[in-house]
Structures are given as structure tokens and as C-alpha cells.
């Protein structure tokens, strides 16, 4: 047992760290190969790569249009997902159970046959594939992870919280602005950033639902095809480094707001 | 508590079902301004509820409620001038202190000035003026107490209404509370509606109890009487340890009448028949004996006196707790001097005055 917890379980957390991690790691090291060709062991080490793909036009335009989607995609599942949070938070029981199976049904779908039927659906209303089909295939697809996240603040929240503003004068839509929505805010923000992450690095929804402008992870896809070069590995580590310090700093956001309010349920420690 | 004011809260045949369970069941209900009265009962007799539905949190089926005179029963919460303090203090996490307490003044529409200024007076008085720009999370649990007090207190409400609020609070916080919360009621002469499961809370507290149960008022009487008259069992067993004797009507004579049981025959006032409505012979009582009236001497003329084995003898310094057992299998409770005491075994006399009897009609 001693044997067990001292090297072979340790032993273990590290070799799938290593197969987490190895792969970004030699891919942000082929980033800095001195060739035209992906490969490794590296021999000649260069900073060309990351100093020229940033002045790539193609790259930078379907980042700028990732970016463009993913906030069009995050706008619209919060202008979407916010109210419906509120209404299925006030139900209980079977139907409270029935609307969030329905809300959540989009993210367990098999992504390419959302994709077709959405690509479908647009071309039945007349719509063009391009950045709006393509948010709104997004949003589709992270509606329900925000309204989860919100309704799980929901869930902490005491009711009295409302009830306390209404006995204090305020009228529904104060109740909602000055003390409901601030105190879903760490969940809203949440799920924003979730949203932006998800609809930015999505390949089959843009891949299906979008037109002439690729996003960044169609653009990849299609260079591949045409071979590889290590300025791609370049500019898919940047990518990495700054979602993954989004997604850090939203992680701890979220947490620190929720460690100071779960506090709000009287304590018994009393000094 | 007969001034010719206008009551501060009347409740008037409110009834409120939920499906088939009456919560509140025809209450009627009458609190004259600066009164503290408390709602007891265990969970589930309706007291919270009716609490809300004064508050205007629950409608209620039928009846009406009038607060400072005005009838209320179709206004909502956000009209009515009544502030609650939550069990859970419900206090905003996302504001300070300051603007929690300023919250219902805000709502009001009081100028920012005047807010300020009522903002620093409650502080004052709840004795937190330091902790202004702190936030809920960053205050004890009698200090968030406080806080909540301010805060209903701020748009000086015609009544307060308490549900619960010392009930996450430890015992010693707790009874510090009490008294801080009567203070605060004698200093601001507001009206208290307070609710509460724990009597002697609601005894050390109240002007009036309104001991409930299953939705509707059982009794409505100052402390004193509702400990020493209750009108029923459930009172009587509710607030305060009770021996309860089972006896039958044997004679009525005037003022006074004789009750007898296997163990015992005294001759008590007629007053001391508590439940409303006559005693006749043959009628079967039931006798309350508080604990502390149980003395140990010599049986009084006409007085009631009771023996037997002491079982259990618990010493409380200035007081000793005796349990005796009495030939016919009563186990009772007595609350006498200490030195007056016999050990575990042996045989303790005790004698009660006939006025300290509260005689109930089973």
C-alpha cells in the first residue's frame, strides 16, 4: 500500500500529465524549428516563425473573424439564455425537469448532424451561410451551458434574497436589476466566457455554416491540407496560451465570487 | 394595551390553504402600537405564514389585514409600510453595509442627503457605525443580526416583523440578542411581531404571546398568563415544564370545588379552571402543577399534596430538580430548595397551594 501511494500512484498522475500535455508542448517547440517542414527532434531553432505569422493576412483576418463570431455567439446565448434561466428557475418539480432536458438537449446532439440541420434550417429561411449563420449555429450550441451555469446560481441563491428587496420597497424589475442579476453576475460572466471559448475554437459548425471568411480553426483545417508549415504550430500555440489564460482568469473569477457568497447563509461561527 | 389608538396590525378571519393543508385557519389578530408580540408554536402551526402574510408575501385565501389602520390585503410587499428580518438576515452580498441599510430608504426615494444621514443613525443605533464599507461576507453572524435590523428598521416601518431571526445564533449570542432586540424595541416604540419555536424566548421577550397551533391562535396573552392560565394542554405542556394530573370533578360549591384521583382530593378555587367554560361533577380535569410550586412540607388545609419515591434528583446549585414516583405510577417533576430534599430512594413529601393549580377541562 505504502508502495502503491508513494511511487506507482504518483507515477501514474504523471505519465497522463505527460499525455496531456507533451503534445502542445512539442507543438509550441516545433513553433521555434528553423525549416519549412513540421518535425522533430529540432536542430535549428529560430524565432521566425512566431515573429512572421503575426503578419500573416490570411491568419489574422480568421482570427479577427473568430473573434467577431464568438462575441456575436456569446451576446446572443446570454440575450437568450439570461431569461430563460429566470423562468425555469421559478419552476419546480416535473416541468422544472422537462424544460432543463430540453435546454440542455443541443449540447448532447452529435455536432455534425446539428451542424447539417442547421445549415439546412438557414437555407429553408433564405438565410446565406457566412458570420451570422455561423453565430447563430454557435449560439445554439452554448445557450445551454450558460443557462446551467445560471441556474445553478439560481439554486444558491435564498429566496428571501428577493423577498427581502420586495419587502424593502423594490418592484420586480428593481428586484431583477439591483439584486438578482448582480448576484448571478460571477455565473453570467461564467458562461460568457465558456461561450467565447467553445464558439471560438468550434470546427464543424463554422466548417458547415460559414461562407468565403473562414474562422481560425476552418483556416488551420484548410492549410493542412496543403501541408504544414511550423508557423502554424506558431500561431496555434499563441491561440493556446491566450485562451488558456482567459479561461484561467474566468475560473478564478467565478471562484473567488462564489467563495465570498456562499457565506451568505448565516454563519455559526460567532465572534 | 387599551389605549384608543388605532392597532398597528390587525388581522381580521384570514384564512390561507395550501391544497388541502389550512396553514392559517380564521386568525384574527389585533397589535396595539408599541407593543412586542410574539407568534409561538412549533414548526408547522402556521406561524411564519401568517408572519408573510402580513408582510404581503403570501395572499391570503380569505380575510384581510390592516396595518396603521389601512386596509392592506390586495397591496403587495412593496407597498405595504412593514419590514421584515429574515431567519437568514437576507442580507444583499453584492452591496455594503451601507447600502443595504440604505436600500429601503433608496426605494423610497429619499435624497441622497437624508439617506445618509438616516443610514448613519441606524447604524448608531444597532452600535455598528464602523462597518459601513464591509460586506455581508465579512461580518460575524450578530453583526450581520444587526445589519438586518438596520435595514428594516430604515424606512421606519409602522411595524416589524421577525421571523425566526436569532435562530443560527449560538446560545450565548443568542441570549445577548434578546435582550439588545427588546432594547431596540423600547428605544425606536415600534411594534414587534416576532416568530419563534423556543418559548423562553418568546417569554423573555414579549408584551403578548400568541401560542398557535395548526393555524390558528390558541391562546393571545401577556407571558405571565399564558404560563401560570394556560387555556389548554397544548399551552400549558407548550411553554414551561408541567406535571399534568388526571383527576375528576367530585363536587361544585360555590366558589369552590373538589376534584379527587386515586392519589390524591383537594378542594381548589373555581377560578383556577382555566379552559373557558363551567366545571360540572362528574367531569374529568386535568390538573397543571408547575414544577417549582411542588414544595417539600407539610400538606396545607383543603391543599393538594402529593408523595412519593424520589427517582432522579438533579442539583442546580441554588435549586435541585427531584423526579418522584407516586404510588399510582405518576411521574413527577419537582423544582424545590435544595436543602429541603430527600436522596434518591427515599420517600419526598411535597405540597402545593391550591391557588398555584391550573385546572383544565380535558
Known amino acids: 500500500m505504502r508502495l502503491l501511494d508513494r511511487f506507482a500512484l504518483p507515477a501514474y498522475f504523471w505519465l497522463f500529465v505527460a499525455y496531456l500535455f507533451l503534445p502542445l508542448a512539442i507543438m509550441a517547440a516545433v513553433g521555434f524549428r528553423d525549416s519549412n517542414f513540421v518535425a522533430f527532434p529540432i536542430q535549428a531553432w529560430t524565432t521566425r516563425w512566431y515573429q512572421t505569422v503575426i503578419f500573416e493576412r490570411d491568419v489574422m483576418s480568421s482570427i479577427w473573424v473568430s473573434v467577431k463570431v464568438a462575441l456575436g455567439a456569446t451576446v446572443m446565448s446570454l440575450v437568450i439564455g439570461i431569461p430563460m434561466a429566470f423562468f425555469v428557475a421559478r419552476l419546480r418539480g416535473f416541468w422544472r425537469a422537462v424544460m432543463i432536458a430540453i435546454i440542455v438537449l443541443p449540447a448532447f446532439l452529435p455536432v455534425v448532424v446539428a451542424a447539417i440541420s442547421m445549415r439546412m434550417f438557414i437555407g429553408v429561411l433564405g438565410l446565406q451561410t457566412g458570420i451570422p449563420a455561423v453565430i447563430f449555429g454557435h449560439a445554439v450550441s452554448t445557450v445551454p451551458f450558460v443557462v446551467v451555469m445560471i441556474l445553478t446560481r439560481f439554486g444558491s441563491m435564498s429566496p428571501n434574497l428577493a423577498d427581502a428587496a420586495r419587502d424593502l420597497g423594490a418592484d420586480e424589475f428593481i428586484v431583477a436589476y439591483r439584486v438578482t442579476l448582480p448576484y448571478l453576475m460571477p455565473a453570467i460572466f461564467g458562461g460568457a466566457v465558456f461561450s467565447m471559448l467553445l464558439s471560438f475554437e468550434d470546427f464543424v459548425r463554422s466548417f458547415f455554416l460559414g461562407g468565403f471568411e473562414p474562422t481560425f480553426p476552418v483556416l488551420l483545417f484548410a492549410k493542412l491540407r496543403f501541408g504544414f508549415d511550423p508557423g502554424l504550430a506558431a500561431i496555434s500555440t499563441m491561440v493556446l496560451i491566450v485562451s488558456v489564460l482567459v479561461g484561467l482568469y474566468a475560473e478564478r473569477f467565478i471562484r473567488r465570487r462564489k467563495l465570498n457568497s456562499s457565506s451568505d447563509i448565516p454563519a455559526l461561527d460567532n465572534t | ?362
Open chain 2, 1 to 362: 394595551m387599551t389605549a384608543p389608538l388605532q392597532p398597528a396590525i390587525e388581522v381580521r378571519n384570514v384564512v390561507k390553504s395550501f391544497g388541502s393543508m389550512r396553514a392559517i385557519d380564521d386568525v384574527s389578530l389585533s397589535v396595539a402600537p408599541g407593543v412586542f408580540l410574539t407568534l409561538l408554536g412549533p414548526s408547522g402551526c402556521g406561524k411564519s405564514t401568517l408572519l408573510r402574510t402580513i408582510a404581503g408575501f403570501i395572499t391570503s385565501d380569505s380575510g384581510s389585514v390592516l396595518i396603521g389602520g389601512r386596509d392592506v390585503t390586495s397591496l403587495p410587499p412593496n407597498a405595504r409600510p412593514v419590514n421584515m428580518v429574515f431567519q437568514d438576515y437576507a442580507l444583499f452580498p453584492h452591496m455594503t453595509v451601507r447600502e443595504n441599510v440604505g436600500f429601503g430608504c433608496e426605494m423610497q426615494g429619499l435624497s441622497r442627503q437624508a439617506r445618509e444621514k438616516r443610514v448613519d443613525d441606524l447604524l448608531n443605533l444597532v452600535q455598528l457605525p464602523q462597518l459601513g464599507h464591509r460586506r455581508p461576507d465579512e461580518l460575524s453572524g450578530g453583526q450581520r443580526q444587526r445589519i438586518a435590523l438596520a435595514r428594516a428598521l430604515a424606512p421606519d416601518p409602522v411595524s416589524l416583523l421577525l421571523d425566526e431571526p436569532l435562530g443560527a445564533l449560538d446560545l450565548k449570542l443568542r441570549l445577548e440578542m434578546q435582550r439588545e432586540l427588546k432594547s431596540l424595541q423600547r428605544k425606536t416604540g415600534k411594534t414587534f411581531v416576532f416568530v419563534t419555536h423556543d418559548q423562553e424566548e418568546a417569554m423573555s421577550m414579549s408584551d403578548l404571546i400568541a401560542v398557535m397551533r395548526d393555524g390558528h391562535i390558541e391562546q393571545l396573552d401577556r407571558p405571565e398568563v399564558i404560563y401560570s392560565r394556560p387555556v389548554s394542554l397544548y399551552v400549558g405542556s407548550f411553554v414551561g415544564a408541567a406535571n399534568l394530573l388526571e383527576a375528576t370533578v367530585d363536587g361544585v360549591d360555590g366558589e369552590q370545588m373538589r376534584v379527587v384521583s386515586r392519589a390524591f382530593q383537594a378542594v381548589l378555587p373555581r377560578s383556577s379552571v382555566t379552559t373557558p367554560g363551567d366545571v360540572t361533577p362528574g367531569m374529568a380535569v386535568t390538573l397543571l402543577v408547575r414544577p417549582e410550586h411542588l414544595q417539600a412540607s407539610t400538606p396545607a388545609a383543603g391543599g393538594l399534596s402529593l408523595a412519593g419515591r424520589v427517582s432522579e434528583r438533579t442539583y442546580l446549585g441554588n435549586r435541585v430538580h427531584v423526579r418522584f414516583e407516586t404510588e399510582d405510577g405518576r411521574s413527577l417533576l419537582a423544582d424545590a430548595r435544595a436543602e429541603d430534599v430527600a436522596e434518591v430512594g427515599e420517600v419526598f413529601k411535597a405540597a402545593l397551594r391550591p391557588e398555584s393549580v391550573a385546572v383544565l377541562r380535558s
